[in-house]
């Protein structure tokens, strides 16, 4: 049923003097959804949206899937919604075994967390225990979580609340190359640059014996950001020299997003020491986890658990997700779609200088908004994710500077609502 405007309100004023004054909400009129399918969404006045943001990414196939809701049905017609990870959990193991086996990491071991956050964490803790250091590379513009030590990593101060640190982190060049010092040199010199960046500041910003380096293969947070492929091949041989361990973080990246490979990673021909997941695994659920080498994973020695990570409800409901996607090789929509939403937007920034860079892989494309000197323009990005609302279309926004436009459909989606989505924002840009 259609609620008033004014119950709408009502909630607005209720969310925010019960939640947080950073829990910041999309649109002026926030949007409240009462049911979902496909790649649609209806909110509470009855107004449809096709969904090109897919819960920033959580919603890998789309909504109400009936292969992936009969499984997690079945799963909690037994009762067990959870009891406790101390007990061996099937649908846990096997969840694992394919993580394992899809990874490509020889001997892997996967550890499962409730979010993205909690699995850069466990990363975190195994490569500083393993390497006994508390030293730590990172990206600029990164976003890796909210929790003390993955909100330490994370390059972008609109979403690193504190300062102070678990760990001590060097920042690196190489994410983000629109606005980057070399945005201008060839694939091949943007790398070498970054490399003798990467060099530098091992050998002169921190003090020796660096426990790892962590970075997204694709910049989710930080706008799509989108290296050339093989800047990570070349970071890896010099990471190796110095025996420092790499962690990819595939939140985003992960599952076929990107549409050319399975893991973002893998676009860069790098076998990580571990990757970290969450998001679309679970389609909806919430789970996120650690896949790493086996001697990784093993190096800590004390009891650790964590209390619903792997439950039978979530374990379930992402192997469901898991075995749709490559039974029904989404990957392969997601590079065709990918390809046509990036054509398309190149075709219409042609004429609209407001587009200063459209990017990405597969199914996750940026939109980079500039003003007349180039310069970002967070107040466009803002008009377009209100007037493709308007339109009927939800849409992300990102980057250092909240300039940049976001797409990432359900990779499920359709040619015909590719056009769809690209006619709207046509229209609005
Ligand atoms: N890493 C990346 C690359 C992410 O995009 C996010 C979430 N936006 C996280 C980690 C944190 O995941 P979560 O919100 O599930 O804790």
Same mark, same amino acid.
């Given at each position: ?28 009129? #926030? ?60 649908? @846990? ?12 990491? !020889? ?41 003390? $030590? ?68 694709? @910049? ?13 091949? $070349? ?30 990673? @893998?676009?860069?021909?790098?076998? #990580? ?38 439950? #039978? ?18 990957? @392969? ?15 219409? $920034? ?25 310069? !970002? ?10 007037? $493709? ?41």
């Amino acid at each position: 049923d259609a609620m008033s405007p004014t119950e709408g309100d009502q909630l607005l004023t209720r969310h925010r003097a019960v939640m947080p004054k950073w829990l910041a909400l999309y649109y002026e009129n #926030p949007i409240e959804l009462a049911s979902a399918s496909g790649r649609r969404v209806t909110d509470r006045d009855g107004r449809t949206y096709l969904d090109f943001f897919a819960g920033i990414l959580t919603n890998a196939i789309g909504y109400d899937v009936a292969e992936i809701s009969d499984a997690i049905r079945s799963q909690l017609a037994t009762g067990v919604l959870h009891t406790s990870t101390l007990y061996l959990i099937r649908s @846990q193991v096997e969840l694992a075994e394919k993580i394992a086996e899809l990874s490509g990491i !020889p001997d892997a071991k996967v550890f499962f967390t409730n979010s993205g956050t909690e699995a850069n964490e466990t990363a975190l803790m195994l490569a500083t225990q393993f390497r006994r250091s508390d030293q730590v590379l990172a990206l600029r513009n990164s976003y890796h979580g909210r929790s003390f $030590a993955s909100q330490a990593i994370t390059g972008n101060r609109g979403w690193s609340a504190s300062s102070l640190s678990p760990v001590k982190v060097s920042w690196v060049h190489g994410g983000y190359r629109f606005r980057s010092p070399f945005k201008d040199y060839s694939d091949a010199d943007y790398i070498k640059a970054c490399v003798a960046d990467l060099r530098e500041v091992i050998e002169t910003t921190t003090a020796g014996d660096v426990a790892c380096m962590i970075a997204e293969p694709i @910049q989710g947070v930080g706008g799509f950001a989108t290296p050339p492929d093989g800047l990570f091949t $070349a970071f890896k041989e010099v990471l190796d020299e110095y025996g420092i361990l790499f962690i990819s973080d595939e939140v985003q990246t992960g599952w076929g997003r990107i549409g050319s490979h399975f893991w973002g990673i @893998q676009a860069h021909g790098v076998v #990580p020491d571990a990757m970290t997941f969450a998001k679309g695994l679970g389609n909806g659920l919430a789970i996120g986890g650690v896949v790493a080498r086996g001697d990784l994973m093993d190096c800590i020695t004390a009891n650790s658990i964590s209390t619903f990570g792997g439950n #039978p409800v979530s374990t379930t409901g992402a192997l469901a997700t898991l075995n749709f996607l490559l039974d029904n090789d989404l990957q @392969q929509n997601a590079e065709k779609m990918g390809e046509r939403l990036i054509d398309g937007l190149r075709t219409i $920034a042609e004429d609209r200088p407001a587009v200063g860079d459209v990017r990405g892989k597969g199914l996750m494309v940026g939109v980079e908004l500039v003003g007349p000197a180039g310069e !970002p323009d967070p107040k466009k990005a803002a008009g377009v994710l209100e007037g $493709a609302r308007e339109r009927g279309l939800l849409v992300g926004k990102g980057g250092l500077y909240g300039n940049v436009i976001r797409l990432a459909p359900p990779m499920t989606v359709t040619e015909e609502e590719v056009e769809e989505a690209l006619g709207i924002l046509g229209d609005v840009l």
